[in-house]
């Protein structure tokens, strides 16, 4: 049978092209998102946040998009660089106020030079 | 800034044995402290919410007394893994909020549990 949670998607691009990780999230009511970077053996970075009453932030070389009507986030990477290789979760806190985040499943970026 | 350190980095124990990992946030005093287990492949799940000076606020389904948080200052949290079985060996990652309006936590590199 299948197994659960062993499988991350990935996501294989060439060093140079723009990168686009997807996530979706399922409640409504969460007011804020972040995107973090992990590396194998690490714990999570912060690459960018965004509050939901915004639909676009950017970064040096990243932009977060947040579409509030399909709860979709998804997180634009220009120009990939091989350092960008890593397990990307979207982040979402569901109970305004409490600043608990709950992540997403998470996606695996591979770059090849 | 915004620098949060766990010690130590790796830990192999025994069955039975107690192990506790320390969360330390290094520039920043951190009003509250989370603590997330992460399988291989997997992604992070909060085990325990803890306010300096209060009791932590564990998860749902998480044994409070299997896991011990300590968060006794404003710079300072520790987990201790109770009676550890081969089952909890995770990799255990820590994250500190500051007071304020913002939601960002910083988080620890974590530390990898290895129970035998």
């Known amino acids: 049978g299948e197994s659960v949670g062993l499988h991350l998607p990935t996501l294989s691009v060439q060093e140079g092209d723009n990168s686009i990780i997807n996530c979706a999230y399922s409640?409504?009511?969460?007011?804020?998102f972040i995107w973090y970077k992990q590396e194998s053996g690490k714990g999570p970075q912060f690459i960018i946040d965004?509050?939901?009453?915004?639909d676009k932030r950017q970064g040096q070389r990243v932009t977060v998009l947040l579409n509030k009507t399909v709860k979709h986030l998804s997180l634009q990477i220009a120009a990939t660089q091989p350092g960008d290789s890593a397990v990307y979760f979207c982040?979402?806190?569901?109970?305004?106020?409490?600043?608990?985040?709950?992540f997403g499943k998470g996606t695996m970026l591979l770059v090849s030079p | 800034g915004a620098v949060v350190s766990q010690h130590p980095s790796w830990v192999i124990c025994k069955s039975g044995t107690s192990v506790k990992i320390e969360c330390r946030s290094l520039?920043?005093?951190?009003?509250?402290m989370f603590w997330y287990r992460q399988f291989p492949k997997q992604s992070l799940m909060l085990m325990a919410t803890?306010?300096?000076?209060?009791?932590?606020?564990?998860e749902q389904g998480v044994e409070k007394d299997k896991f011990l948080i300590n968060h006794a200052s404003l710079t300072l949290s520790t987990l201790t893994v109770t009676s550890a079985h081969p089952e909890d060996s995770s990799f255990y990652i820590c994250?500190?909020?500051?007071?304020?309006?913002?939601?960002?936590?910083?988080f620890g590199p974590g530390t990898r549990l290895t129970v035998t």
């Open positions: 409640n409504s009511a969460s007011d804020y």
């Open positions: 994250s500190a909020r500051g007071g304020g309006a913002t939601y960002e936590q910083y």
């Open positions: 982040a979402e806190n569901r109970r305004s106020g409490y600043s608990t985040l709950t």
């Open positions: 965004i509050r939901s009453n915004m």
């Open positions: 803890s306010n300096e000076g209060s009791k932590a606020t564990y």
């Open positions: 520039d920043f005093q951190a009003t509250t």
